[in-house]
């Protein structure tokens, strides 16, 4: 398969010329040193963890709000929870871990993620499964940020983007596999397996980064007040505001998906899962698409097509509310219109400066930013009585408030110029 962010890594960097095989996109070329594969992989699985807890949470709120005793809006509460927890903890986890020696914290990081999912799944009462899901949105940004670092500080220069592309990677693997497993055991077993099961795979990540990564000292070109700095790029911080807002409808919609099949239709128990398997294969899919649109038209006009795409998916998305089959098409063509990410990503490369770490992982933070807006608002729309097609509609207004605030970035762009030698860095 073709990798979207090795593309998106070359069309940052402007170096890209043309589309690179895909047999050269395959797999990392390692064979002469095969541990560093076997490092990669342990740093993709806690990507995975990460994955499967994060969206898992969105598909099994119907039975944890059931068994707590809350209604569906106030159990949005458990998914903006740890949204607003990855916003606080990126930053603060990557001042903190930018002279710190990477394979300990990053193996520190994920141990303290898969800690943080197993008190989730068992400690009792409402307070506290929100408590604990903030703060197991800590390590999330600062995990991913630093564990690309790392798999692409451990291979040739010339191969750095593939190390990135197969951390990335355990995130996307997550909804099409982790994702509809974490469902199955939270429908079959109880919702708490759903958040046991990436707590558990996160441990694993942890001792195996720790047996396999490469040691790496402290980088004496780090400079945490550097890494701040860009919060005070005015590029940076518009660029982070369309993810925020442009990425929200997806989360409207993507929070309350399962919930509203179960509400609206009498689906067959392999539904739920399927519904989110559908939406990850579609979000693959969908990756691929993103990075080849960002390569032809840039990161900014690419963003614009992508959030338009994204519009009518979730306009799709409430015309199927009461179809539990069309419900399920509607959640693969929902994963086809979330890539926003890649050219956004792509945007903060060119713009980062020396603060690559920290544009990481802020545009991390934004994502979950969106995590947090856009199910607090549907919430609000569905506990105001508009019925189980409110999160579509809630959706379809965050993508047009995105589309203003890129239209702000491209102006704010025009008036700077083209970025000061554009390139993807990886220190």
């Given amino acids: 398969m073709v990798?979207?962010?090795?593309?998106?890594?070359q069309a940052g960097s402007g170096r890209y010329r043309k589309p690179v095989s895909r047999i050269?996109?395959?797999?990392?070329?390692?064979?002469?040193?095969?541990n560093l594969f076997l490092a990669i992989l342990a740093l993709a699985l806690g990507a995975f963890a990460i994955g499967t807890s994060e969206f898992a949470a969105m598909g099994l709120l119907p039975w944890y709000a059931a068994d707590l005793g809350v209604t569906e809006p106030q159990a949005g509460h458990v998914i903006s929870a740890y949204a607003l927890g990855v916003v606080v903890g990126a930053p603060i986890t990557t001042i903190l871990g930018a002279r710190?020696?990477?394979?300990?914290?990053?193996?520190?990081?994920i141990g303290a993620y898969g800690l943080l999912n197993l008190l989730a799944a068992m400690l009792p009462g409402f307070g506290t499964l929100v408590a604990t899901r903030f703060a197991a949105g800590l390590p999330h940004g600062g995990y991913l940020g630093v564990a690309m670092l790392m798999a692409a500080d451990a291979?040739?220069?010339?191969?750095r983007a593939r190390g990135v592309t197969q951390v990335i990677l355990g995130l996307t693997v997550a909804n099409i596999l982790g994702v509809p497993l974490a469902g199955a055991l939270g429908q079959g077993l109880g919702w708490r397996w759903g958040f046991a099961?990436?707590?558990v795979l996160a441990l694993l990540a942890g001792g195996l980064i720790l047996k396999w990564a490469p040691r790496q000292g402290v980088d004496p070109e780090a400079r945490p007040m550097r890494e701040l700095a860009a919060l005070a790029n005015p590029s940076v911080m518009l660029t982070l505001l369309v993810g925020v807002v442009g990425s929200g409808g997806l989360f409207a919609v993507y929070g309350y998906l399962s919930a509203a099949m179960l509400a609206t239709t009498t689906p067959p128990v392999w539904a739920v899962p399927a519904l989110l398997s559908l939406f990850g294969i579609g979000a693959t899919l969908g990756s691929i698409l993103a990075a080849r649109v960002t390569i032809r038209l840039g990161p900014m006009r690419a963003a614009a097509v992508l959030m338009l795409v994204a519009l009518v998916s979730q306009g799709i998305a409430a015309w199927a509310v009461g179809d539990w089959l069309l419900m399920l098409a509607s959640s693969f063509i929902l994963g086809l219109g979330c890539n926003v990410f890649v050219p956004l990503q792509t945007r903060l490369m060119d713009v980062g400066g020396k603060a690559?770490?920290?544009a990481a992982a802020m545009n991390h933070a934004a994502f979950n930013a969106a995590n947090a807006l856009g199910p607090w608002l549907a919430g609000l729309a569905l506990a105001a009585g508009w019925g189980w097609r409110a999160p579509g509609i809630v959706g379809i207004a965050l993508s047009v408030a995105g589309l203003f605030a890129l239209a702000l970035a491209a102006a704010h762009a025009a008036r700077r110029g083209p970025p000061v030698g554009a390139m993807i860095r990886f220190r």
Avoid: K
């Fill in 3 to 9: 990798f979207p962010h090795i593309a998106m890594a």
């Fill in 356 to 358: 690559q770490s920290m």
């Fill in 100 to 109: 710190l020696p990477r394979r300990r914290y990053v193996a520190a990081l």
């Fill in 197 to 199: 099961l990436p707590g």
């Fill in 24 to 34: 050269q996109l395959s797999v990392p070329r390692m064979t002469h040193r095969p």
């Fill in 155 to 159: 291979l040739p220069r010339d191969q």
